[in-house]
C-alpha cells in the first residue's frame, strides 16, 4: 500500500507539479489549499508526511504547524515546509537598489518572532524546509529520508 503524503500548498500548480512527482515515486498524494483544509485532512486520512507552505490564506504553514504538533494522532507526522519567501525577499532587496528600506523587513521580523514562538512553546521546527522552485528530486529525496518509499 502506497504511503500518504498531504500536499497543502495556495498555489494550484505547485499541488498538481507534486502529486505528479509523488504518484509518480510510489506515493498516494492528498492536496490541500489552504491550511484549515488541510488540517482537516491530516484529522481524516493520517497522512505519513505533510508538504506545508509557509504563506496560506485562512491558515498559515506555520498556523497548520503549530495545531499539528498540538493534536493527538497528528503530532508526530513528519513535516516538510516549502517556502518562497527567502527568495521573494531577495528580490525585493535588490529591486530596492541603494536605498536603505528594505521593504519587507517587518515580514523577515514576523517570520523570526513566529519561530521564536515556536521554539518558546516547546515546538520542534519541521524536519525540513525547501525552498521554491522545487526541484521534485529534491522532494522525494526528502521524503525517502523521512518515511522511506
Same mark, same amino acid.
Not at 83 to 99: C, F, K, P
Given at each position: ?6 500536499? @497543502? ?8 507539479? %507534486?502529486?505528479?512527482?509523488? #504518484? /509518480?515515486? +510510489? ?51 513528519? @513535516? ?8 521573494? %525577499?531577495?528580490?525585493?532587496? #535588490? /529591486?530596492? +537598489? ?52
Amino acid at each position: 500500500m502506497a504511503k500518504k503524503v498531504l500536499v @497543502v500548498d495556495d498555489d494550484p500548480n505547485t499541488v498538481r507539479f %507534486l502529486t505528479v512527482a509523488l #504518484e /509518480e515515486n +510510489g506515493y498516494e498524494p492528498i492536496g490541500a489549499v489552504d491550511g484549515k483544509e488541510g488540517f482537516e485532512k491530516a484529522k481524516s486520512e493520517l497522512p505519513a508526511l505533510i508538504l506545508l507552505d509557509v504563506m496560506m490564506p485562512k491558515r498559515t504553514g506555520f498556523t497548520m504547524f503549530k495545531q499539528l504538533r498540538k493534536t493527538e494522532g497528528l503530532e508526530n507526522i513528519p @513535516v516538510i515546509m516549502l517556502t518562497g519567501v527567502t527568495a521573494s %525577499l531577495e528580490q525585493q532587496d #535588490e /529591486e530596492s +537598489g541603494d536605498t536603505l528600506e528594505q521593504p519587507f523587513e517587518r515580514l523577515r521580523e514576523s517570520l523570526r518572532k513566529t519561530i521564536h514562538e515556536m521554539k518558546e512553546e516547546g515546538l520542534v521546527r519541521p524536519e525540513f524546509f525547501l525552498e521554491k522552485p522545487i526541484d521534485p528530486e529534491d522532494v522525494i529525496q526528502k521524503i525517502r529520508e523521512l518515511i522511506g518509499s
